[in-house]
């Protein structure tokens, strides 16, 4: 069965799925995007997704490219068409296609494309298992990180730096040594007093979904998180550390620039949220 995906209006055979050279996401990153869990036959918490979509549109004086409930038929028939248990579903909206030009273009409509994929739930289930290690990099990205835009360069270079250096997420810290968030991820710590710590979303850090759903999570255990910057240092010596996104759920953190955090071995406090998050998350049928 060919993969399906939809552009502007069409749903298409995935090989085939093209936008103009002259779209705006192609030549200014001009444009924004979300990407949805698929787990055990749902869709994870569409409804806050399409919210902090409906925030980085605004934020950047972008229309939705149609109506929003005509929008999330659109997202949950790709993931029916495409027959997708268990992976993801990516969402873009663009400016649109117009002649190059920085200004915005006027009566342009955008663009908008959705696709799905299959990931095998086994992936991530065994990285939670023996833990992620994770590189820190300097923070060089804009300062409005918190709208979820395809402007990624830095994420991307902070990523295969990771990759180079045998670890699987770099976290962004700032001059005064505090950890913004992964180049996919936000970040997380446990203190030796079992207390969650996660920095503020206000700016500087994309508000995740999956920190957002994570507050909910660790609430119903009784855990309690406090919102404030910590170091690098600190996380090194922390009890826990972990990232939480859509794709990785809370993914524990074992080694932090080649130092082993705790006894090198996953958290029971993130295991204990990773195993709760799908009961809590809102779950919505394709
Ligand atoms: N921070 C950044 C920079 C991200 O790219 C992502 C997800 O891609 C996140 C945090 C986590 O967000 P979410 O939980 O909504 O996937």
């Known amino acids: 069965m060919p993969r399906i995906a939809y552009v502007n ?15 705006r996401g192609y030549q200014f990153a001009d444009g924004v995007y979300e990407v949805c869990e698929v787990a055990r036959g749902y869709i994870v918490d569409m409804n806050r997704h399409l919210g902090r979509l409906d925030r980085s549109l605004r934020e950047l004086r972008m229309e939705w490219p149609m109506h929003r409930a005509s929008f999330e038929v659109v997202v949950r028939e790709v993931v029916r068409r495409n027959r997708v248990a268990n992976g993801l579903v990516y969402i873009q909206v663009t400016r649109g296609v117009a002649g190059r030009d920085f200004l915005f273009p006027v009566g342009v409509l955008p663009s908008m494309v959705v696709t799905s994929k299959k990931v ?3 992936f991530q289930a065994t990285r939670a298992e023996r833990g992620i290690k ?9 300062d409005r990180v918190d709208i979820k835009t395809v402007g990624l360069l830095p994420n991307v270079l902070a990523k295969e730096a990771a990759k180079a250096a045998g670890a699987q997420e ?20 446990v203190t030796a007093d079992g207390v969650l710590v ?3 979303a206000e700016h500087g850090i994309l508000r995740g979904i999956t920190r957002t759903t994570i507050f909910d999570v660790a609430a119903g255990l009784g855990l309690r998180i406090e919102e404030r910057g910590f170091t690098v240092d600190e ?8 990232i939480s996104s859509a794709t990785t759920i809370a993914m524990p953190v074992v080694e932090i620039d080649g130092v082993v955090v705790a006894n090198g071995h996953p958290g029971s406090t ?9 009961d809590v998350a809102e779950k919505t049928l394709p």
């Not at 996380?235 to 972990?242: K, M, P, Q």
């Open 9 to 23: 209006g069409r749903y298409l055979p995935h090989a085939d799925a093209a936008v103009h050279i002259e779209d």
């Open 134 to 142: 994770v590189i820190t990099v300097p923070e060089n990205r804009w």
């Open 270 to 278: 993130v295991l204990s949220l990773r195993a709760a998050f799908f």
């Open 235 to 242: 996380a090194r010596t922390a009890r826990e550390a972990f």
């Open 120 to 122: 095998d739930p086994s």
């Open 170 to 189: 770099a976290w962004f810290v700032d001059p005064d040594g505090t950890v913004k968030e992964g180049g996919s991820s936000n970040a997380w710590i």
């Open 198 to 200: 996660t920095r503020p």
